[in-house]
């Protein structure tokens, strides 16, 4: 008989891998701050993120200057941010950066707990553990203010804490899941699709040991009691989200990219996740690893089943047993999410799928992947070794891309374009033209986050949601409204420069653009109504 992965369980004895867990822990947060000694990364979102914190600490409530109410984001992370403020010397900016050095250090000690729990080669634990301390994308993801790392965090506290309960089907457990689902729905509302992958996995889990099948009407009460657990805050949220505004989640736009675009883009991400923010727009060259290693996979994981196979068993009830099991419950949030997310992506407008989005898929898919490795001694007494080597490559690899990282973002490197907190945005900030904007003036920009906290712009008219074909009647409802309201537009000619947005010229066609002041890459202009 072969044993199977399902029938390994997660050892206590301790294990070498173990002293390493904490000091490379502290290591990891060390360099996401030295990462961040020339400021953290801040995008489109961040800025959202800083100013709603500004908000919170002014009194003035969950709302910043592109949002009257916020319902677009959820509140917990600009929430932190503020409370954190409040609380210590640090202004919002430097409580991201805590907070994401706090969420990098529980990152390192969470999923090295993951690994010793699913692995059973200890050299495969630390090898995962020191990619998730050293590697290019927590080094990337500690430089950036978003939430997309913390909630991949919580998604692994989910794990651990279902393997818990798989081990000792205990209510509390079960409770704790479902407490967890609902705080990372605050930090990202793509959290709701855990709520049927756990639900569809505690339907499907074995009994433990050698005990009798489990009673489907036990396993729809614990699998439905989640579920109702688990919607409560997040329904709650919602409810109040549509009675400020009328929607859910925020305002948002149908999709201009369809399921084959974006699953290309999944496909790409994938391969990306073999090695982080290495070769970044080389999108094509990614989406072939990514099908090789798909596919790699998929062999694998085939020659696997069947070589593990119990006496006797059918192909259907391996199946049912490996998805019941740690492979099927990392399986299914991996792959569950990505799959989420090309349903979302391809029918509401969001930026393009790439590593920051898919994030959420990266911790778990690891995970399988080290365990794939970690199995590999079914094929035969040569597999381990082949597989050791490749795993080392890969991890050597993260490891040095992350270094490399953190002294590029410690000597200013700008990340991507439209980080606004780069010197490059600095000096938009600082520019002379936008001082000759006249007091009392409505400020339109075609990139408002940039002039934050200098200024607070709203959108230049747009002619469609930002990655979608609807289009939008913002210069239809600003023409009518010029000749009572003094109105001005600062351009800034730094990417991004974002096609959703009508250009100067067209604008022109419309109104009158009177010219105030320019000083390189900003003009500064009063938006008349035309002459009829």
Not at 135 to 155: E, Y
Not at 362 to 377: E, K, N
Not at 411 to 427: A, I, L, V, W
């Amino acid at each position: 008989m072969t044993t199977t992965d399902e029938m390994h369980d997660h050892h206590d004895a301790a294990r070498r891998s173990d002293r390493w867990a904490l000091p490379l822990a502290a290591l990891s947060g060390t360099l996401v701050l030295v990462s961040n000694l020339g400021g953290i990364a801040v995008g489109d979102d961040g800025v959202g993120y800083r100013a709603t914190a500004d908000s919170l600490l002014r009194g003035d409530g969950l709302q910043y200057f592109l949002e009257h109410p916020l319902t677009v984001w959820p509140p917990l992370w600009p929430s932190l941010m503020a409370g954190l403020a409040k609380v210590t010397p640090l202004d919002p900016v430097g409580a991201a950066i805590a907070l994401n050095t706090a969420v990098t250090v529980a990152a390192v000690v969470l999923v090295h707990r993951l690994l010793r729990r699913v692995l059973d080669d200890d050299h495969l634990v630390l090898l995962g553990t020191a990619v998730v301390a050293l590697g290019s994308s927590t080094i990337g993801f500690g430089h950036l203010l978003m939430t997309d790392f913390a909630f991949s965090v919580v998604v692994v506290a989910v794990v651990l804490v279902l393997l818990r309960f798989r081990d000792r089907r205990d209510i509390w457990s079960l409770v704790a899941t479902a407490a967890l689902v609902g705080l990372s729905f605050f930090l990202r509302y793509a959290a709701l699709y855990l709520i049927p992958i756990v639900a569809l996995w505690l339907l499907i889990l074995p009994p433990p040991g050698a005990e009798t099948p489990r009673r489907f009407g036990r396993r729809v009460a614990e699998a439905g009691g989640f579920a109702v657990l688990a919607t409560l805050a997040p329904l709650a949220w919602m409810l109040r989200n549509h009675a400020l505004d009328g929607t859910f989640t925020g305002p948002r736009y149908p999709s201009e990219r369809g399921p084959v675009g974006n699953a290309v883009d999944i496909v790409a991400t994938v391969g990306k996740f073999l090695l982080p923010g290495v070769a970044n727009g080389r999108d094509r060259l990614w989406a072939v690893v990514g099908v090789i290693a798909v596919i790699a996979a998929v062999v694998l994981g085939v020659r696997l089943l069947v070589a593990t196979r119990l006496d006797g068993e059918s192909v259907a009830a391996r199946v049912l047993g490996l998805l019941g099991g740690p492979t099927g419950l990392l399986l299914l949030l991996g792959v569950g999410y990505l799959t989420y997310m090309l349903y979302v992506r391809s029918t509401t407008a969001l930026n393009r799928l790439d590593l920051r989005l898919l994030e959420p898929a990266y911790l778990p898919l690891m995970a399988c992947g080290l365990r794939l490795v970690d199995r590999l001694g079914a094929l035969g007494p040569a597999w381990p070794g082949r597989g050791l080597i490749v795993a080392r490559v890969w991890a050597g690899a993260n490891i040095a891309a992350g270094i490399v990282a953190v002294v590029a973002f410690a000597m200013g490197n700008p990340y991507f374009d439209g980080n606004y907190s780069s010197d490059t945005f600095e000096r938009v900030r600082a520019n002379p033209a936008v001082a000759a904007v006249p007091e009392g003036c409505r400020v339109l920009s075609n990139l408002p986050n940039a002039l934050y906290p200098t200024m607070e712009s709203e959108w230049s008219p747009r002619r469609t949601g930002l990655e979608s074909s609807d289009p939008v009647d913002d210069l239809d409802r600003l023409v009518p409204t010029l000749a009572r309201t003094p109105t001005c537009l600062v351009w800034v000619d730094e990417q991004p420069r974002y096609g959703h947005l009508w250009t100067r010229d067209q604008l022109r066609r419309r109104v009158e653009l009177e010219p105030l002041a320019a000083d390189g890459d900003v003009s500064v202009y009063r938006v008349l109504p035309r002459d009829p």
